[in-house]
């Protein structure tokens, strides 16, 4: 067996992770702003579109948090109108959080908006080239599962 030293790929892969972290962070930062929201605010309410009911746990492991930071942010959420609250019929005691009509609104205005920006962007590429970026997102999202400590409000 040939021993090849690979910490190139993983520094690689931590620049390439930290520059498309980064970038990502450049474009939405200004047009969640616009709407006095935070991406990560953005973010939980473009994990609701478009009409998906998700209970703060479940939303908390999809963006590695603990749940109190979730729970904290669709508080604001739902005092700024952009989500409701509504009692998970299979289980009464489950709260779940759904857009209300002004954040399905922001989520078209802000999606669209990035949809311009995109496309701009992306116009005339290769088509190959979008999709080899959507495999390796997949793969990238593979690597990393979420550790199941993120549910209890606890980072070990």
Known sequence: MISVDNTHLILDLWEWSRRMAETTNCLIRP??????????QLRLLLLLWPDRKRAAGALAREVLTPVSNVSLLSRFLEEEGFVTR??????????LLELSPAGRLVVREI????QERISGRTDGRDPDILEAMETLSSLL????????????????
């Open 31 to 40: 047009l969640a702003g616009r709407y006095g929201l935070t991406p990560m």
């Open 86 to 95: 509504i009692r998970n019929p299979e289980d009464r005691r489950v709260c």
């Open 111 to 114: 999606t669209g908006q990035l």
């Open 141 to 156: 999202n593979g690597l990393g599962d979420a550790p199941e400590d993120f549910t209890d409000g606890t980072q070990t």
